[in-house]
């Protein structure tokens, strides 16, 4: 929504109402990821015994396409106070899925790289004692077993609750299966 007078909108021209796809079940979730373009997180063969699919979601580009989608929605507002544009998207944004074994879960997440620096395929691995006890205690989900890798235009990251059993090595071989472009 694009809103001519900043003042009305906390000093912004724009507001984003989004609208994500969220699933219960894994078919559900591979069934639209099918339909849309762009890396699809899978679950990993490997993944061991016992782990269950939570719950998952599929994100908007909004991040990608920020630019065009303002610039198009200011254009069809010309000469009015606010105006609101419903974008249809074939492509993802953002993809968070979830798997629990009793008190242990995975989390994988897929998402638009903002800064568009080299792809780094190299694996990032951090766990809870690498951040200081004020970031942890600011923002907890950081309290997790972390593996980072990125190509040129997306980020992906698996992680695991503290104490899960999962190992780094563990982790690479997931991450190697868990992405299918």
């Known amino acids: 929504m694009f809103v001519r007078d ?3 909108n906390g000093g912004n021209e724009f507001m984003y109402y989004m609208s994500m796809f969220q699933f ?3 078919e559900d979730y591979l069934n639209q990821a099918g339909m849309l373009k762009g890396p699809t997180l899978i679950k990993p063969e490997g993944l061991p015994e016992g782990y269950k699919f939570v719950k998952g979601n599929i994100q908007p580009p909004t991040v990608a396409n920020k630019d065009k989608y303002e610039k198009e929605v200011k254009a069809e507002a010309k000469g009015k106070a606010a105006h609101f544009k419903k974008i249809e998207w074939k492509e993802i ?3 968070n899925l979830e798997f629990a074994n009793g008190k242990d879960n995975l ?3 897929v998402s638009y790289k903002i800064n ?3 792809p780094n395929s190299e694996y990032r691995y951090y766990t809870p004692e690498d951040y200081d006890a004020e970031t942890v205690k600011k923002f907890p989900d950081l309290a997790r077993n972390t593996l980072v ?3 040129e235009d997306h980020v ?3 992680t695991t609750n503290p104490g899960n059993p999962l190992t780094k090595e563990e982790m690479i071989k997931l991450a190697e299966e868990a992405v299918k472009k």
């Open 149 to 151: 890798w990125s190509d």
């Open 116 to 118: 568009k620096d080299k």
């Open 107 to 109: 989390r994988m997440q």
């Open 24 to 26: 219960k079940t894994y």
């Open 6 to 8: 900043k003042a009305l």
């Open 156 to 158: 992906y990251n698996i």
């Open 93 to 95: 944004g953002e993809i």
